[in-house]
């Protein structure tokens, strides 16, 4: 199957119609002036279309979206599943001293039924103990 491909709003979109004149849809849902792209489905990149876009008639993948993506989309944990990857992480401890002196941080952690990779308590705290993005992702995916 053809699909259409374009760039609108800061990122990409797709179409297809399972007429035969494919050409004659992107040129009604496309916005007008917009270059696209015609491709066979099969040839498209596996990553998320959100971490998309169009550079010389090719679709790259941009990776610093594509972290981010991926990032918005990890598990949410529990408050246990969350201690418990502290503990293992040997930050439970460094966790409980910054919330001691935090009334804020420990509002949000002690009152948190979740804790999600992106909130902002989550990024609050991964700058307070010094880590890098990628450690808490490593943290997260354990």
């Known amino acids: 199957m053809n699909v259409f491909i374009f760039e609108v709003d800061g990122g990409v979109s797709t179409g297809f119609s399972q007429h035969e004149d494919l050409i004659s849809i992107a040129n009604i849902?496309?916005?007008?002036?917009?270059?696209?792209?015609?491709?066979?489905?099969?040839?498209?990149?596996?990553?998320?279309?959100?971490?998309?876009?169009?550079?010389?008639?090719?679709?790259?993948?941009?990776?610093?979206?594509?972290?981010?993506?991926?990032?918005?989309?990890?598990?949410?944990l529990t408050p246990i599943e969350f201690d418990t990857k502290l503990?293992?992480?040997?930050?439970?401890?460094?966790?409980?001293?910054?919330?001691?002196?935090?009334?804020?941080?420990?509002?949000?952690?002690?009152?948190?039924t979740f804790f999600s990779r992106t909130t902002p308590f989550t990024d609050q705290a991964r700058i307070a103990l010094g880590l890098t993005d990628e450690q808490v992702d490593a943290m997260w995916t354990s």
């Open 29 to 76: 849902v496309v916005p007008h002036g917009t270059p696209y792209l015609i491709k066979d489905a099969s040839e498209l990149p596996s990553q998320p279309i959100e971490s998309w876009y169009i550079e010389d008639g090719q679709i790259k993948i941009d990776q610093q979206k594509l972290i981010e993506f991926n990032r918005k989309n990890m598990p949410t």
């Open 87 to 112: 503990k293992n992480n040997g930050l439970y401890d460094a966790v409980q001293d910054l919330i001691k002196d935090n009334f804020e941080l420990r509002i949000a952690y002690n009152r948190a």
